[in-house]
Each structure stands twice: as structure tokens, then as C-alpha cells.
């Protein structure tokens, strides 16, 4: 299925975003999760980009194809393009394709040192996403960044961009996760002066130890509140305490931007099954109310 026809059939969409083992990890621990997580029954299961960025040593199409070919669920599989040549990204479209795969989430992704200036056949994520749709018939979806994009802190320019991404092609958005939902219904009204028609789903990570805050505000620059920072603190020292503490904040935004009638919740799970099932639970009979 096209995920882009979900958000016809559905008013609120539900998805989970999972990682691949490194190489060198068994990849036992993602079927192990993916059985848990059949009872959770995303609307789709987004895969990112293995450890590494090279296409020929993740495991983003493995997973994919489990996620799609064994436990009948919706893979999205994530694409970056940075310092990737043509002819690769065509390889790696036949090998999706030849799995059954039809939707991508196309990105830039990060530089790699090891990488850096092997090839200038993609700039932006833009470029990706309007090579894939003159190359084959994906349904390609893009991301969004409420607060801005980390290397684009100006929001009206990084909004001009997504323009740009949805005009390439761009189905849908998932957006960068964020803590604080005032950012992301400020962004949403930026987007409609700006003419984004495509649906967006709001990203949402449930911080469930304090490491992830630290590699939160490196990696994208979200703003932490000083309402979570107070869990934070209150908890740090529990484990059990903090994780459900990160479950509970979670679930209000999610039950806030639900009712704000957001079009889709985004769950980065981490490939922590019992957070997604928690969560899940949480949130399950308002999404069934929402989609009556």
C-alpha cells in the first residue's frame, strides 16, 4: 500500500520508526521486536538508514522486506543521498522494488568523513525525491523540522525548502521530533501561508533516559522544556521511575496534538517494543475514536 492513501482512508494515521542492527549485531532482536510489535498494528513501520550510510552494508532493505514479506505490515524505507552516485540510488530502487517495497522517506542525511566528496550527484533531499520520481513510481515521502532544520536555523527559509521538497514530488512529511507541541502547531501555520498541501505527521520520541537529551539537542537542536527537564531531574536516578515518567509526557503530547486534529503521530520507538506497546495502549481508543 501507498501511504499516501492512508491519510484519504483515515483521518488520523499512527506509524512507528525503527533502526537496523549494526553489521556486526545479530539481527534476532529486530524480530524479536517486530513480534511484539505486532499487536500494536502501525499503520506503517519506517525503516532508517543503516549504521554507516553505505548501500551496500546496512540493513534497511533486509528490514524493509521482513517487516513487508513476513509480518504483513507497511515498511517505509528510508533513503539518504549525501556523497551517493546515481547509479547507486538506481541499485538501491531495482533492490527495493524487487522486494515488493513502494514507499521511501528520502533524505540528505549526514556527511560522512570517510565519504565527503565522492560524488555531487545529490545536493538536497529535493534532488533525491525528484530523481526517484522520474526514475521509477515510488510514493516518496520527506521530512520536516518544526524548529527548523539544524544547518537552516531560519524556519521561514527552511519552510521555503519544503515547499521546494513537495514540489519535486514530496507525498507526505514526518516531521523531526520535538518536546514541546507549541513549536509544531506554530510551524503548521507557517506551512499553510507558505502553500504545503500534503499531509504532515508530527514526530515524537519518548525520552526515556537522560542520554537521549544530550544527543537531542546535539543532533537537532530541540528545545527542551523546563517542564520535562523538571522530570528529568525528579527521576534520574530511577530508571523505572524516569522511563515511565518519558512514557506519560509522551502520551500528553500525543493526546494534545490529537485533539489538535493532527493529521498523523510519528512513533520513534528506539526499538523499544515495551515503550511502543505502552504507548499504544495509551493512546489506542482515542485513535479508533478519532477514525470512527
Known amino acids: 500500500m501507498r501511504i499516501n492513501n492512508l491519510f484519504n482512508e483515515k483521518k488520523m494515521v499512527f506509524s512507528l520508526e525503527v533502526f537496523p542492527p549494526k553489521v556486526t549485531s545479530s539481527i534476532e532482536t529486530i524480530y524479536k521486536m517486530l513480534e511484539e510489535l505486532k499487536g500494536v498494528n502501525p499503520d506503517f513501520i519506517s525503516v532508517t538508514y543503516g549504521a554507516g550510510g553505505a548501500a551496500t552494508s546496512n540493513r534497511t532493505l533486509e528490514i524493509a522486506s521482513l517487516i513487508k514479506n513476513k509480518y504483513n505490515m507497511e515498511p ?19 533492490n527495493l522494488k524487487n522486494e515488493g517495497i513502494e514507499n521511501i522517506l528520502a533524505l540528505r542525511g ?3 568523513p570517510d565519504t565527503a566528496g565522492r560524488s555531487n550527484d545529490f545536493k538536497y533531499a529535493s534532488d533525491l525525491i525528484q530523481f526517484i520520481k522520474k526514475t521509477d513510481d515510488f510514493n516518496v515521502s520527506g521530512a520536516c523540522y518544526p524548529e527548523g532544520h539544524i544547518d537552516c536555523r531560519n524556519l521561514d527559509k527552511d519552510i521555503e525548502n519544503l515547499k521546494i521538497k513537495q514540489e519535486a514530488g514530496a507525498s507526505h512529511f514526518i516531521s523531526q521530533l520535538f518536546l514541546d507541541n507549541e513549536y509544531f502547531y506554530s510551524f503548521m501555520d507557517k506551512t499553510i501561508e507558505k502553500g504545503i498541501t500534503v499531509p504532515i505527521q508530527a514526530g515524537i520520541m519518548p525520552v526515556i533516559n537522560k542520554k537521549q537529551i544530550e544527543r537531542i539537542t546535539t543532533l537537532c537542536g530541540s528545545n527542551v522544556p523546563k517542564k520535562f527537564m523538571k522530570i528529568m531531574d525528579r527521576y534520574e536516578h530511577d530508571p523505572i521511575a524516569l522511563r515511565d515518567a518519558g512514557i506519560a509526557y509522551a502520551v500528553e503530547q500525543i493526546v494534545d496534538l490529537i485533539s489538535s486534529d493532527v493529521k498523523g503521530i510519528h512513533l520513534y520507538s528506539m526499538n523499544n517494543a515495551y515503550v511502543a506497546k505502552s504507548i499504544n495502549n495509551s493512546i489506542e481508543s482515542i485513535i479508533k475514536s478519532v477514525n470512527k
Not at 540510488?89 to 531495482?94: N, P
Open 110 to 112: 549526514d556527511g560522512n
Open 76 to 94: 517505509v524505507a528510508h533513503l539518504t543521498c549525501i556523497d551517493a552516485k546515481e547509479d547507486e540510488i538506481k541499485e538501491i530502487l531495482r
